[in-house]
């Protein structure tokens, strides 16, 4: 038992081999990013519940399934975990978003929280946290803490690598919480990078190395 799902479709593992390439430019890794958040949506969304509701085809009525209950919430950790909320966003229109920023302190790397504007009743709604990495697991366990105090209650993490050393914390502190992720890389190196990781996700998405 690992403690997380691993999603690990050839595709998947093929698009993640180029982003983890570092002459991989920004607007491909992007472009990566968004086309493995969708099938990673695929699969996270596989058991979201379902109503039948009363329609009429150009045919005939029939009465056929449609998501059922409040929408769903995306929660990104800001900022990388935007790359895959917009992904998502797109497979999954009518969620709301919910926006968590969180910097790591250079000196003992906890979460700091900077920025936090979730929507309501989310005691209601299937709340999916999102952050392509998931390495010391400080800024996940620090989101989840924080929308767990805003009633979140169904929660999901979806990750794009993890570190055991990051699985292990958050399984500890939020046994409630199931983890998907398309791969489980070997550690972290000393500076709580993800090895062999990808570099910082967030500089890799939007330019800043
Ligand atoms: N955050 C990143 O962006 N990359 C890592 O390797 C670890 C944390």
Known sequence: ?????????????????????????????????????????????RNMPTEDVEIETPVAKTSQPKLAGRKMCIHSILRAGNGLMEGLLELIPTAKVGHIGLYRDHKD??????????????????????????????????????????????????????????IKALNEAHPDVTIYTAAIDDRLNEKSYIVPGLGDAGDRIYGTL
């Open 109 to 166: 790397l906890h979460a700091v929280e900077y920025y936090f504007k979730v929507p309501n009743h989310l005691d209601e709604r299937f709340n999916l946290v999102v952050d392509p990495m998931l390495a010391t697991g400080n800024s996940a366990i620090a989101a989840l803490e924080r929308i767990k105090q805003a009633d979140a209650k169904k929660i999901t993490f979806l990750c794009l690598l993890a570190a055991p050393e990051g």
């Open 1 to 45: 038992m690992s403690g997380a799902i691993l999603i690990d479709h050839p595709l998947i593992q093929h698009k993640l081999t180029i982003m983890r390439n570092k002459e991989t430019p920004p607007p491909l890794f992007r472009a990566l990013l968004r086309e493995i958040s969708f099938l990673m949506g695929y699969e996270v969304t």
